[in-house]
């Protein structure tokens, strides 16, 4: 992400994030680790108190377009979501040191590696129209990679919440539990 662009909390809009793997790397490339970072996702949307709208993890990467949080911003979000599932992939016995994750993504690396790059891009999302895009993009996205033929068969995506009301690793437009706190702020 340019150093240029600025965020914009504390205005009610959506936030589409993207993050990435350590150079593009597809550190994701295995279910188990997918998985892990779905559940990772969902437990700070409840200790964050946000909406997850849509999600799709990718081999490389990340998307979520989420509510801004009851607790703290995106920033500390994402944050928050790196840094536990690096915790977590840890103690699992997964790789985490730059020889082994090198050698798994085929790098030669002889610094340090680190999993994920250290910005994320957060993008306003203020209409319905963007908001349609945005989940729209993030479901075609393992079709348009080859990874799957269609949206469905990608379980690491919130297409099927949408499309088949299936109950994924996160829970997607979980907003009863947030208007409640918000009334109760308002009145």
Same mark, same amino acid.
């Given at each position: 992400?340019?150093?240029?662009?600025?965020?914009?909390?504390?205005?009610?809009?959506? @936030?589409?994030?993207?993050?990435?793997? @350590?150079?593009? =790397?597809? /550190? /994701?490339?295995?279910?188990?680790?997918?998985? &892990? /970072?779905?559940?990772?996702?969902?437990?700070?949307? &409840?200790?964050?108190?946000?909406?997850?709208? !849509?999600?799709?993890?990718?081999?490389?990467?990340? @998307?979520? &377009?989420?509510?801004?949080?009851?607790?703290?911003? +995106? *920033?500390?979000?994402?944050? =928050?979501?790196? /840094? !536990?599932?690096?915790?977590?992939?840890?103690? *699992? !016995?997964?790789?985490?040191?730059?020889?082994?994750?090198?050698?798994?993504? !085929?790098?030669?690396?002889?610094?340090?590696? @680190?999993?994920?790059?250290?910005?994320?891009?957060?993008?306003?999302?203020? *209409?319905?129209?963007?908001?349609?895009?945005?989940?729209?993009?993030?479901?075609?996205?393992?079709?348009?990679?080859?990874?799957?033929?269609?949206?469905?068969?990608? +379980?690491? *995506?919130?297409?099927?919440?949408? =499309?088949?009301?299936?109950?994924?690793?996160?829970?997607?437009?979980?907003?009863?539990?947030?208007?409640?706190?918000?009334?109760?702020?308002?009145?």
């Amino acid at each position: 992400m340019p150093w240029s662009l600025r965020r914009y909390y504390n205005t009610g809009a959506l @936030h589409f994030i993207t993050f990435s793997c @350590h150079q593009r =790397a597809p /550190l /994701l490339g295995t279910p188990e680790r997918r998985d &892990l /970072l779905l559940t990772v996702i969902e437990q700070m949307r &409840l200790r964050y108190e946000f909406v997850v709208v !849509g999600y799709v993890v990718m081999p490389e990467h990340v @998307h979520f &377009l989420i509510s801004e949080p009851q607790i703290a911003n +995106p *920033s500390t979000v994402v944050q =928050a979501i790196k /840094l !536990g599932f690096h915790k977590r992939m840890s103690k *699992s !016995g997964c790789p985490i040191s730059a020889a082994p994750l090198a050698a798994e993504v !085929g790098l030669l690396q002889k610094s340090p590696i @680190h999993f994920w790059t250290k910005r994320f891009y957060d993008f306003n999302v203020w *209409s319905q129209f963007k908001q349609t895009e945005k989940l729209r993009y993030m479901h075609r996205n393992p079709v348009v990679r080859g990874l799957v033929e269609r949206p469905e068969d990608w +379980p690491w *995506s919130s297409f099927r919440a949408y =499309a088949l009301g299936e109950q994924g690793a996160v829970r997607i437009n979980d907003w009863s539990r947030w208007e409640e706190k918000i009334r109760k702020r308002i009145s």
